[in-house]
């Protein structure tokens, strides 16, 4: 039986997202996957879709929305994948109690303000020239680790090298908790 994978996209949703088709190509093999397009999560309904208004209504009580409403859909534990205000919006769900086997965010946005961190595994992963990354400071004070990639900024999600990356790593996180079967000998 596939195990679960929520997939929450970053602040774009689905209209600038034609790189997560082959996230779900490779994954959708191994893990029941249920993708969140996160505007949709948070009730974004913007006349002028521009980065600025976006990011405006995310940080104006879009993610608080969108935490809410995944409490609300996902009831029992699996894994997460978050892009960007996706990887946030999980993130801060997980400090209220969303069953998080593990959560994988990438250049999740806006955590780098947050003075906690989970109960649940997980992993960050960062571009080296990603503005919004959190600093040395703040991952030390919290515990946290950090990948970083070299050479790449925010977007890294995006690239063929990084994707591939990515899903080797959770194909890994669960093949590692499958109990190996005993040999009789």
């Not at 191994?30 to 990011?55: G, M, R, V």
């Not at 790449?152 to 990356?165: A, W």
Request: aromatic share 10%; charged share 25%.
């Amino acid at each position: 039986m596939a195990k679960k994978l929520v997939i929450v996209s970053d602040m774009w949703g689905t209209k600038k997202g034609l790189w997560i088709t082959s996230y779900l190509g490779y994954l959708q093999q191994y893990f029941d996957i249920t993708f969140y397009d996160s505007q949709q999560l948070a009730n974004l309904d913007l006349a002028i879709n521009s980065e600025e208004n976006i990011h405006k209504a995310f940080v104006e009580g879009g993610i608080d929305t969108a935490v809410a409403h995944l409490l609300k859909k996902e009831k029992n534990s699996c894994y997460y994948l978050g892009f960007g205000i996706g990887g946030t919006i999980i993130w801060n769900a997980a400090k209220k109690g969303l069953p998080v086997k593990s959560l994988y965010g990438v250049s999740a946005i806006r955590i780098r303000l947050e003075q906690d961190k989970p109960c649940a595994p997980f992993t960050l992963l960062y571009g080296e020239n990603d503005s919004a990354r959190p600093d040395n400071t703040w991952a030390s004070s919290l515990g946290v680790e950090m990948e970083i990639f070299k050479n790449f900024g925010h977007t890294l999600y995006t690239d063929e090298k990084v994707i591939k990356k990515v899903c080797m790593d959770l194909l890994g996180q669960v093949t590692q908790m499958v109990p190996k079967e005993k040999k009789v000998v």
